[in-house]
């Protein structure tokens, strides 16, 4: 694909990430604001290792007879990536349990409306 | 062919990302969350990065699914909607995608090998990797090697996650037998997971040490290896699970991963090397790679195994918030 | 062996300890072992100090894989400035720490406060160590996930709520900074920053280039508490222990600013930042409002410790002013206010946690008539609170006169005046806690307080000492912080 | 000639199993409650992953793909009865009634 259409997986993934981010910004409910985190994130990851694709590159695992692949350090960078994803989510969703276990709700508005009242 | 099926994952992709947005149980959200990691997993598949469909797959579908279901089950199901009407997010969102989609505009197109990115440090990893690394896997020999630092970061996040967790939500062990009443229906689930559980173990085992040849390593590892321990906690319930590994060796296992890694460093430094440098550990370059790579990949699996064990006990073991579910 | 490898072990040493920490676990080891650590890393900054100042910058491979294909550590004097200012205040804040952690947090949680105070230092020391943008990206999640378990142990369920405020928009900030380093990879494949700066020039009229800064830049702000990107930071500061308030008040902006100031000068270069991105005159505008706006609001704060958040939201300003005018002065004033607050701000939020033991408050009525009873402790916050307003003999004037003339230097006399204003602004919610601790009758209800303990108190003074020493000489300061500034404004040419 | 037939025989059970998912995905759009989409989706699921496993073994030939195959046949063959079975017991568990058409109507 040539022209401008040759970044039409671009497009998509960038309608993919900016799906999670206003999960993020536009819902008050915390799971959900941690959930449009996590699609925000793992579309970013997309954005990476469609970059590092090389068409008719195969994986980048060394084999006879090959001599196209794919490259391999945003395939790192997002094996990274992934882990910081995974810690973020882990850590968040536990200060949603605390939240609830302290104020009742897990709606945003909610816990303005009380904390304006102490 | 590879273009149609792409254009369909991501398709894919966009329908799970709207209904998302849209769906107001929060339960269904979660498996549309896993459903969306899976599929792009299947995508890094097609996009040749196995390595990370494997690790999104494990974590992304895994066990982030796992803790959201288990974080509704102590929170509540349903999702208010919002009390404004979300001009300004939606206005902000718009204005970034613009940005982006603006910025794209001078990318290279998608695949092509001519990229800069292919270019100029990439080639070097690939090449250089069999003769000075020893092993076929260039992502492994990346992650573990070339920019093994970091990994070492990457363990200490993760590290970090789990003591926060520790310091959130606590860690109390259960006593026996509080929860195995009314489980006696559950007595094929058992017989499986006792069935699999072993296999589970074995398979982590052959991710750690065949992610030098193929895909997979040692984070990856460490997540099966705790994956066995949740099948087998669902069977048979937490106090039984918690039987099999004291929760003490848990805390030593997710610190021992960190040292070692660490340690091997500082070991490096004090034979001389930088840190890091595998090199001086043996006597040969390439066998001091190959010792370095495998020390810190056993490293990274146990404090991944640990620590996502923890962070699993430490949702699990909370008692579910009166009135829900 | 331990010279060259100085730069490696700066991060490291408190990195290996933090799961030592940990297994030690509830006791007073865990304290000991952090505060060691911390003292062997103030150690260790201070050697790369002098070492850096006598054979200039270091440059580390990690692995001994040379730069752009390994990780490079890299610490020049900007560098070996933040390093410092970061594990001295680390220093300080540990010494400090056991009396008000056995207060403020659970006895059962102190072992898991102690292993994320370490990974936190981690954190901050390796982003000002690293001379790889993706490196960066990892240690500053590092520091950005400790800190938010930091907040969130404090003793109301406040803190909680701000933790996760602090999480969705540090996360949303730190992807940013991903999408943006993505972009730069994809048009120059690299990671290293000076390999970066060589290679940027020839793509850097393509709009995805354009496209990555602005990212970059947000993602940085968001982390630095730019206003208005600040909202986080108000209740952050306000409901966290006190220690964790003095640590990250200190230490967690002032290194997103020195990440900033990477990007800017090391990586785009002055001339694609300011020339063709004009990101000189939007940081302006937005660094007077926050001077201005922050410090207003912080006049109608009744809580200390919201107030000193808002004061540092109005600092921030200043420091980001002195940056915006991208010449060597400007930035050397940036750089000096960016040390002084560093220990201002410390000590005065050092200060709220010696209240907050004794007295289980840091709201102003309570305060009434409190320097009669913890006189030591309100004399280290009327020092602390002249040297915020700018008063001479104090860190704060300097800071003050460095960037006055500096604007002045590029014709700038309106941004005087209104850095006076700012000042002014400073005076009166300074003066509103001077008046009721000196000058109101306490209330005859309220009960006794004894002065906080010595363990407390010292680091405070240190502090405060060091901040007085800065104001009469501040010359070694000033040499430093010009250094560091001449050689990122001429980073950009290498 | 064996090739050829060996051909067909694989796309013939890839093509069969696809059939089976598809309908079963129907059928949990369509049927009326949760037992009855879980049957839906357990027996289709089953049968459809495993036509398509041995499509593909056919076209691995005698290698070390098949071997992959083969082992992911038995877990499949286990683990999604298993799965759709402590469904339906969780379901039971957490008093899911069975949909009935009221009679009279």
């Known amino acids: 694909m040539q022209g401008p259409l040759g970044l039409y997986n671009y497009w998509i993934v960038i309608v993919l990430m900016m799906t999670g981010f206003y999960i993020v910004i536009a819902r008050p409910n915390l799971i959900k604001k941690i959930v449009g985190l996590f699609v925000f994130q793992t579309s970013v990851f997309i954005f990476f290792i469609t970059m590092a694709k090389v068409e008719d590159g195969t994986a980048p695992i060394i084999q006879e007879g090959v001599n196209l692949y794919s490259n391999p350090l945003p395939h790192v960078l997002i094996l990274t990536a992934i882990v910081v994803s995974l810690a973020t989510t882990a850590l968040g969703l536990a200060l949603v349990v605390r939240i609830r276990e302290s104020y009742g709700t897990i709606n945003e508005d909610d816990i303005h409306v009380q904390d304006e009242a102490s | 062919m590879e273009h149609l099926i792409n254009i369909v994952l991501l398709g894919l992709l966009m329908l799970a990302g709207f209904a998302i947005v849209r769906t107001k149980s929060l339960l269904a959200v979660a498996m549309l969350t896993s459903i969306y990691s899976l599929l792009s997993a299947s995508l890094f598949v097609v996009l040749d990065a196995v390595d990370v469909a494997l690790t999104e797959a494990a974590i992304g579908a895994g066990i982030s699914t796992i803790l959201m279901l288990a974080a509704i089950a102590l929170t509540s199901d349903e999702e208010k909607a919002p009390r404004h009407t979300p001009l300004l997010p939606l206005f902000v969102v718009i204005a970034t995608g613009a940005a982006l989609i603006y910025g794209t505009l001078d990318m290279p197109r998608f695949g092509d090998p001519a990229a800069p990115a292919h270019r100029h440090v990439a080639p070097t990893y690939l090449q250089d990797t069999p003769t000075a690394i020893g092993i076929p896997n260039v992502v492994t020999s990346v992650l573990a090697s070339y920019r093994s630092y970091d990994t070492l970061g990457e363990v200490t996040v993760i590290f970090t996650a789990g003591t926060g967790v520790l310091a959130l939500l606590g860690f109390r062990p259960r006593r026996r037998n509080t929860e195995d009443t009314g489980r006696k229906k559950l007595v094929i689930l058992r017989v499986v997971a006792k069935l699999f559980f072993p296999l589970i173990l074995l398979f982590a085992l052959y991710v750690l040490f065949h992610g030098d040849y193929g895909p997979g390593g040692g984070f990856q590892a460490g997540v099966i290896f705790a994956t066995g321990f949740i099948l087998y906690a669902l069977a048979f319930g937490l106090s039984n699970s918690q039987q099999l590994i004291p929760h003490q060796l848990l805390y030593v296992m997710a610190a021992a991963g960190v040292l070692i890694y660490g340690l091997v460093g500082i070991a490096s430094m004090l034979l001389g090397g930088k840190f890091l440098e595998y090199q001086v550990l043996a006597n040969d370059p390439v066998t001091g790679q190959h010792v370095g790579i495998l020390l810190i990949e056993t490293g990274v699996a146990i404090t991944v195994a640990a620590v996502v064990l923890i962070i699993y006990y430490g949702f699990v073991s909370r008692r579910p918030a009166p009135g829900d579910i | ?494 | 000639m064996i090739g050829l037939a060996f051909d067909i025989l694989s796309w013939v059970s890839l093509l069969i199993g696809a059939i089976f998912l598809l309908v079963g995905a129907i059928g949990v759009l369509r049927f009326p409650d949760f037992y009855s989409r879980l049957h839906a989706v357990s027996v289709s699921d089953t049968m459809g992953t495993a036509l398509i496993l041995v499509g593909l073994m056919i076209q691995g030939g005698l290698s070390m793909v098949t071997v992959k195959l083969l082992l992911m046949f038995y877990f499949m063959i286990f683990t999604g009865p298993t799965a759709v079975h402590a469904l339906a017991e969780a379901a039971i568990e957490g008093n899911v009634k069975p949909f009935a058409r009221k009679t009279g109507q």
């Open chain 3, 1 to 494: 062996m331990l010279t060259e490898n100085l730069v490696a072990l700066q991060v490291v040493v408190p990195l290996i300890f933090a799961p030592v920490c940990l297994l030690l676990g509830k006791s007073r080891h865990a304290w000991a072992c952090a505060l060691t650590v911390s003292w062997l890393a103030l150690g260790i900054a201070t050697l790369l100090v002098t070492r850096v100042a006598t054979i200039g910058t270091q440059s580390y491979a990690i692995g001994a894989w040379a730069a752009p294909i390994g990780i490079e550590y890299r610490v020049d004097m900007a560098g070996a400035l933040i390093i410092f200012i970061i594990a001295a205040i680390g220093a300080m804040v540990m010494s400090y720490a056991r009396r008000s952690i056995e207060h403020e947090i659970a006895a059962e949680n102190s072992g898991y406060f102690y292993a994320c105070y370490l990974l936190c230092l981690t954190g901050l020391l390796g982003i000002a160590a690293t001379g790889d943008a993706f490196n960066m990206f990892v240690f500053l999640e590092i520091s950005s996930l400790s800190s938010y378990v930091l907040i969130s142990l404090g003793t109301t369920r406040r803190a909680l709520t701000a933790a996760f405020q602090y999480l969705v928009m540090g996360t949303i900030g730190a992807t940013f900074i991903l999408i943006g380093v993505g972009m730069l990879y994809m048009m120059t494949g690299t990671l290293n920053m000076m390999d970066l700066a060589q290679r940027l020039p020839g793509v850097d009229d393509t709009r995805t280039i354009r496209v990555a800064f602005a990212f970059v830049t947000i993602g940085v702000s968001i982390k630095l508490a730019l206003f208005p990107l600040h909202l986080w930071l108000p209740n952050a500061y306000t409901f966290a222990p006190s220690v964790v308030s003095a640590f990250v008040a200190a230490t967690a902006t002032k290194v997103g600013i020195y990440v900033l100031l990477r990007f800017f000068f090391t990586v785009f270069g002055i001339h694609f930042s300011f020339v063709a991105m004009h990101v000189g005159e939007i940081l302006m505008v937005l660094a007077v409002v926050a001077m201005l706006v922050a410090s207003l609001v912080a006049i109608f704060q009744d809580n200390i410790k919201r107030m000193l958040a808002y004061s540092s939201v109005a600092q921030i300003g200043y420091m980001i002013l002195g940056i915006s005018l991208a010449t060597s002065a400007g930035v050397t004033a940036g750089m000096i206010h960016l040390f002084n607050h560093a220990l201002i701000k410390c000590a005065l939020f050092l200060c709220m946690g010696n209240i907050f033991l004794r007295l289980g408050s840091v709201e102003l009525h309570d305060l009434r008539g409190l320097a009669q009873q913890m006189p030591w402790t309100m004399a280290v916050f009327v020092i602390g609170g002249l040297s915020l307003i700018g008063v001479p003999l104090t860190s704060g004037f300097i800071s003050k006169w460095y960037l006055v003339s500096a604007v002045l230097d590029a014709g700038l006399w309106p941004l005087a005046v209104l850095i006076l204003l700012a000042s002014l602004f400073a005076l009166i919610y300074i003066g509103r806690v001077v008046e009721a601790a000196y000058f109101s009758k306490p209330d005859p209800t309220a009960k006794k307080v004894r002065e906080a303990p010595a363990s407390m108190l010292i680091p405070a003074w240190l502090l405060i000492g060091a901040n007085l020493y800065i104001g009469v000489d501040a010359s070694l300061l000033a040499g430093i912080a010009r250094q560091g500034a001449d050689i990122l404004i001429g980073a950009g040419v290498p």
